[in-house]
């Protein structure tokens, strides 16, 4: 099947050069420890920035553009995966700590609350996805997955055109899309959608990675599939974060 996931494309071109091929228990492991790491620098990040400091906002800002970069090397260049989808999901690890520390401070007592519940929400999800491939046998057909990741692209496309519409709105007129669009009910149905599509992606992603690991890929590049299911997870859990958040603003309103 092809895959239009730019890390699992990828994978399909490397030369199987070694006699010991990759297994997807390995690949799940190497997942369960890149999560696993990415929950611990989260939760050291937490208890590192306690208050709002400029230090928090400079390895907030330094940890986005890390966490950029790390992927863009590791998506190019897969043999780098091993050594730097560590260092990745520590970065993404201290963006979230910082995430959950301002929504408690600005939400004292709900904060850390909303993303204990993000957290199990995503569990519960991942898990069941799991359950539904390797249980019920059920699979995304090649004609869904593309459909799918045109979807992805056109909210990509449209979020952008929005982000700037809104800008240029905001200092031509002083009028703040975001602003009215935070605080409308769309707001919740779209963060409901996305909650959906992130999901979906976390599926999408398991059954790629097992196809791709069937096919006889070479033992060396589990980390970069690892990666690759590290990043849809991640993706999945601020998502839902985003719409609890969204949840109780709108309920306090």
Known sequence: MRTNNVVFRKLRNFDNDSQESASMNSVGIKSGILLLICLV?????????????????????????????????????????????????????ITIGVICDLLELALPGEGFVIAGGALMIT???????????????????????????????GISIASVFFALTSLVL????????????????????????????????????????????????NKVYEWYAAFGIAISVIWLFLEVLELLLRIVARNRD
């Open 170 to 217: 905001a200092l031509t007129t002083g009028i703040s899309l975001w602003s009215m669009y935070l605080g409308s009910s769309l707001s919740i149905l779209i963060s409901v959608i996305m909650v959906i599509i992130s999901s979906i992606y976390v599926f999408i992603t398991i059954q790629q990675t097992d196809e791709i690991v069937s096919s006889g890929i």
């Open 41 to 93: 620098s989260a939760c050291l990040s937490i208890i590192f920035f306690k208050t709002i400091s400029v230090e928090m906002f400079l390895i907030y800002g330094a940890a986005i553009i890390a966490t950029i970069v790390f992927q863009l090397i590791i998506t190019f260049k897969p043999h780098t995966a091993k050594s730097l989808s560590i260092p990745y999901v520590v970065c993404e690890g």
């Open 123 to 153: 569990l519960g999800i991942v898990v069941a996805a799991c359950i539904l491939y390797s249980h019920a046998g059920l699979r995304a057909k090649p004609g869904f997955i593309k459909f799918f990741i045109i979807v992805i692209l």
